[in-house]
């Protein structure tokens, strides 16, 4: 198997910087009294990560000087993020309106980074080794989480806004350096041949559905468990305590649980691990609606964690599978689409999902999500079993 290592580094900013930009803020504003609606409006930070699609095309067409194809975009695309972040360390006390603007490009650079690395993966690594590249993508995106979130928003008053933003930018400058030596030329092509590129209106239905079932199950996930951390400030627990909870402990689980999947999804098959982990997720979902409705923090907690064991359970297989729908002759766009475009459906009810929880408390909310999850889960099983058994792929 080839080395993980520059994949799981290029992850691990994509998760730090993404958990720095937009994962703290919330938070930060909730626990300040901003309203539920307002924080709401906060996820369109990530709209760039959704909108991929509009110039993945470039990325497949288009080849930089000096670097290979796709290393070159990354390269290309990390540095501009690098230099968006230095600018912002100067900007704490510039207007809202221009550091969004700055936060929402560099989340684009980001996003474009993280297309063009997904379209290195489909490219030159075989489709056996790739449920362990989509486990170095959770394990890394965990652990920048970890560091965005858990300790630049965990330390952030004492560290203050300048020396957070630069510890960022350093990191993903270090973690760029591993992909610069990769072998793009010498690989082109070991992933075996491409599926069809079947052109017109067959590709698109083929690409329509995928999207369909990950746009479903994106948006359901998000709705289940997406704003524990907000219900759990409104449980009582304290901000230092869901910045330790969502940006160390929560993210340290995923990254184990992601580990072991890699080799569980090997040995179980991704149907049985998809459906194991939307059941511990749909438990989850059911202990959090108990715990609002008794008004437990200490059952919050729990229902969170669990909620997070069983979710590092689903990525493995489910982005293995994005890497299997995106082999074809435009890997970026293909990626750009069943990913971002999915991510872009769902962000309306990402967007909405506080202000409804706000309108009609968090015990109904959360338990008027568990039916959606159910569906959406068992959606995404079916398509993924039918292109397993497409594949002549034993479950």
């Known amino acids: 198997m080839r080395p993980?290592?520059?994949?799981?580094?290029?992850?691990?900013?994509?998760?730090?910087?993404?958990?720095?930009?937009s994962g703290g803020a919330p938070l930060i504003l909730r626990a300040r009294g901003v309203g539920l609606a307002e924080v709401g409006l906060l996820q369109l930070i990530n709209l760039p990560v959704g909108l991929t699609f509009l110039w993945a095309p470039l990325l497949d067409r288009l080849r930089l000087p000096v670097l290979a194809h796709r290393v070159g975009w990354i390269a290309a695309a990390q540095a501009t993020t690098i230099l968006l972040l230095t600018t912002l360390s100067f900007g704490a006390h510039w207007?809202?309106?221009?550091l969004l603007a700055l936060a929402?490009?560099?989340c684009a650079c980001v996003a474009t980074m993280d297309i063009a690395l997904e379209a290195l993966v489909v490219e030159t690594v075989p489709a056996v080794q790739r449920a362990f590249v989509a486990s170095a993508k959770l394990c890394g995106a965990s652990l920048g989480g970890i560091l965005g979130v858990g300790v630049l928003v965990g330390s952030y008053d004492s560290l203050g806004w300048r020396r957070a933003a630069l510890a960022c930018a350093a990191l993903d400058a270090l973690c760029l350096l591993p992909i610069l030596g990769y072998p793009e030329a010498r690989l082109h092509g070991v992933a075996g041949g491409p599926e069809r590129w079947s052109g017109g209106l067959a590709r698109l239905r083929t690409l329509a559905g995928r999207v369909l079932v990950l746009g479903a199950y994106f948006a359901a996930s998000y709705l289940l468990a997406g704003p524990n951390t907000l219900a759990l400030l409104d449980l009582?627990?304290?901000?230092g305590q869901v910045g330790f909870l969502t940006g160390t402990v929560l993210p340290g689980v995923n990254l184990v649980m992601a580990v072991a999947a890699g080799g569980l999804a090997a040995r179980f098959g991704a149907v049985r691990l998809i459906a194991g982990g939307a059941v511990g997720v749909f438990a989850s979902g059911g202990l959090m609606a108990g715990a609002c409705a008794v008004g437990s923090a200490g059952l919050g907690i729990a229902a969170t964690v669990l909620s997070f064991v069983a979710g590092g359970?689903?990525?493995?297989p489910v982005f293995n599978m994005i890497y299997r729908w995106a082999q074809g002759p435009k890997p970026a766009t293909d990626y750009a689409l069943l990913f971002g475009a999915a991510f872009f459906a769902a962000m309306p009810l990402r967007v909405a999902a506080p202000a409804l929880a706000g309108w009609i408390g968090w015990p109904g909310y959360f338990t008027a999500t568990l039916p959606l999850y159910a569906a959406a889960a068992a959606w995404l099983a079916i398509a993924v079993s039918r292109t397993l058994r497409a594949d002549g792929a034993a479950l």
């Open 313 to 316: 359970f689903l990525g493995v």
């Open 4 to 21: 993980l290592a520059p994949f799981f580094c290029l992850y691990m900013t994509f998760g730090a910087t993404l958990g720095f930009l």
């Open 236 to 239: 009582g627990v304290s901000l």
């Open 95 to 98: 207007p809202l309106p221009v």
């Open 104 to 106: 929402v490009a560099a």
